[in-house]
């Protein structure tokens, strides 16, 4: 929409550049204009009328030829000395205007005959192929026609292990930042302490090991080792198939693993606040957890929010490397349809948009989701894990 | 009258509310406190001066044992602060504390951030609190901002937040370390009026402050603190009027140019 109105306010600008902006946009015009036409095409249908069009095309740009060569013969006194200069508000000024914003009608005309209509023409043809047709957009629209409910499957499946996942991994990073951020308190006696203790080492030992790691190898470790147990218990490969499936023991990892950066990423936004505001709440009396619960937290993990939702798109994007383990998600949709039909640039390329929408979807909606919290917009994409 | 209620209270021979003994305090090779002695009866007045770094906020801190003592015993009545298993937060519900840095809860508004200890630790109903909280807003004249958001509020403002909000607990000493020092000149009288009015009231209060016309006129005693130890301690016209520490007459002198 912004660009849209841009590229107006640029049209009706009264510049000397008007002439060659619009025939920037004519030569597109022609440019498209050469393309074979479909069977859908409406302007091939009328013949002289098409013609017409093409003509007004080749004349403004021969008269932005002309404006553009007395232009250099008067490269001071060009406002007054050439013809081809409108003083803007004069009737020549509007007419340039009026005659610019036909050029790019028509331009824009030959690109909806062309290109969209095209596209749709080849859209029906590619669909109707009985065999993959050889060129890539024709190949790419017959494919992911063909294979439609194999991406929808992932795609659905990836959602659910990114936002699933991120929702089980906020809690778990709840718990463990509270370990994490345990301090011995005055009245605590040995037993506490030894507990406390336990508890910060554990959420530390957690977050390096998990952070440290590849995700695709922890997904495999998991995957296995709960095959390994269930059958250990006597379960034959059926039944433990049943209850560990490639998408339980996928959410399982994605959830274990971001619970260690989010965990990370609250224990940023809790030790942000000032310890005054502890200070305060202890001085009234309040307990260590009673000043925590209801002073320090709510406050730091407003502040962490930011940088929370981030993590539902970091988990839509890694969530792909699951597909090791046989995770039915987008990333093995599209390595499957590239094996059955032995193309991968047309596939890989509808993943990375399917990718891109996704998370784009995502981080407009979680935006949404932090102002109605209170919270500061996030900003860019994050970068991954 | 400072001096009727000291006499009445020693008179009536009442324990004190506060009695530190031999208390040593240290951030890491620097001792911050070398041996402090000091009492506190009820109803007392007490203002703690001395330059940047002599150990008054320390000290201060050490009364509600938010700062740790390394050595020596603070009594909160005949209960040892510093004792093992002593309960720390039940006895702090009893001792109110203000900060130089205000310390308003951002999370809440001004009503919560005095309703919450009283509701959580003295399981007052959310009414019967709020109503109490009314009454002290009110006698810091902020009744009318009690659901104002803490971050709209002056500096001044919330200092008197902050003072209704300890006194939400009902507190029986008052403890204020540099409450005003934060503030810009101008508003620093609304919050001196404010304590002068709890002085008046009968408050014990233990006050660290550089407001030296607050220490002479409101204080029933003053304390001059010098390098972590209590340099000179006694009634404001002494302190103020006849030093006997060359230390503190440096001290006052250059305070009082100023």
């Given at each position: 929409m912004n660009a849209f109105s841009r590229l107006r306010a640029f049209e009706r600008a009264?510049?000397?550049?008007v002439y060659l902006g619009t025939s920037a946009i004519a030569a597109v015009g022609l440019l498209v204009s050469q393309q074979n036409p479909t069977q859908l095409s409406v302007l091939a249908r009328t013949g002289l009328f098409q013609d017409v069009l093409w003509a007004v095309l080749w004349a403004w740009i021969a008269l932005s030829a002309a404006a553009l060569v007395t232009k250099l013969m008067h490269w001071r006194d060009y406002t007054t000395a050439s013809p081809f200069a409108a003083t803007p508000g004069t009737p020549a000024a509007a007419w340039l205007r009026r005659g610019s914003l036909a050029v790019s009608c028509i331009a824009l005309v030959f690109i909806l005959d062309r290109v969209v209509l095209g596209t749709i023409a080849l859209a029906q043809v590619s669909i109707a192929s009985d065999a993959n047709p050889t060129d890539f957009l024709s190949s790419l629209i017959y494919m992911t026609s063909r294979s439609g409910d194999l991406f929808l499957h992932g795609i659905g499946i990836t959602i659910a292990l990114a936002t699933f996942g991120t929702i089980i991994a906020f809690f778990l990073a709840l718990a463990m930042v509270f370990l994490r951020i345990q301090q011995f308190d005055l009245i605590d006696n040995d037993a506490v302490r030894f507990l406390k203790s336990i508890g910060r080492g554990f959420s530390k030992v957690y977050s390096t090991v998990v952070r440290g790691t590849p995700m695709m190898v922890q997904g495999a470790l998991i995957f296995y080792a709960g095959f390994g147990v269930l059958r250990a218990f006597g379960l034959d490969i059926t039944q433990a198939n049943q209850i560990w499936s490639a998408f339980t023991a996928g959410l399982v990892t994605i959830s274990l693993n971001s619970t260690a950066y989010m965990m990370e990423v609250l224990r940023g936004g809790i030790e942000s606040i000032d310890p005054g505001q502890a200070e305060a709440a202890r001085s009234l009396g309040l307990s260590q957890w009673q000043a925590m619960r209801k002073v320090v937290f709510p406050q730091g993990v407003k502040n962490a929010i930011p940088a929370l939702t981030n993590e539902l798109i970091i988990n839509i994007k890694d969530s792909s490397v699951l597909s090791i383990i046989g995770v039915f998600d987008l990333m093995y949709a599209t390595t499957t349809v590239s094996g059955m039909y032995y193309r991968q640039m047309e596939v890989y390329c509808v993943a990375m948009v399917v990718y891109l929408v996704l998370t784009l979807v995502a981080g407009r909606l979680l935006e949404a989701f932090g102002r109605k919290l209170g919270a500061e917009p996030a900003g860019e994409l994050p970068s991954s894990n | 009258m400072a001096d009727s209620r000291t006499a009445a209270a020693a008179s009536a021979g009442a324990t004190p509310l506060i009695r530190v003994e031999g208390l040593h305090k240290s951030f890491g090779d620097l001792e911050v406190l070398k041996g402090i002695d000091l009492t506190v009866l009820p109803g007392e007045v007490v203002t703690m001066i001395g330059a940047s770094g002599s150990g008054k906020s320390t000290l201060l801190r050490c009364l509600n044992l938010l700062e740790r003592p390394d050595r020596g015993q603070v009594w909160f009545r005949d209960q040892?602060?510093?004792?093992?298993?002593?309960d720390v937060n039940a006895l702090r519900e009893h001792i109110g504390m203000v900060f130089q840095g205000f310390n308003l809860f951002n999370n809440m508004d001004v009503l919560d951030n005095c309703t919450l200890a009283p509701v959580t630790l003295k399981k007052m109903s959310k009414a019967e609190a709020e109503q109490v909280a009314l009454g002290h807003l009110s006698s810091v004249g902020l009744e009318e901002f009690a659901?104002?958001?803490?971050?709209?509020?002056?500096g001044g403002q919330k200092q008197r937040v902050a003072i209704a909000r300890a006194l939400c607990m009902n507190p029986e000493i008052m403890l204020f370390d540099e409450p005003t020092s934060a503030l810009d000149p101008e508003i620093v009288g609304e919050v001196l009026e404010v304590m002068r009015g709890l002085a008046d009231d009968g408050m014990t209060m233990v006050v660290v402050t550089h407001e030296m016309d607050f220490a002479r006129t409101v204080s029933d005693r003053v304390v001059f603190m010098d390098q972590g130890v209590i340099c000179e301690e006694g009634d404001p016209e002494k302190i103020f009027g006849a030093p006997e520490h060359e230390r503190t007459r440096e001290f006052l002198a250059r305070y009082l140019e100023d």
């Open positions: 009264d510049h000397r550049y | 040892d602060l510093t004792a093992d298993r002593c659901h104002a958001n803490v971050s709209r509020l002056s």
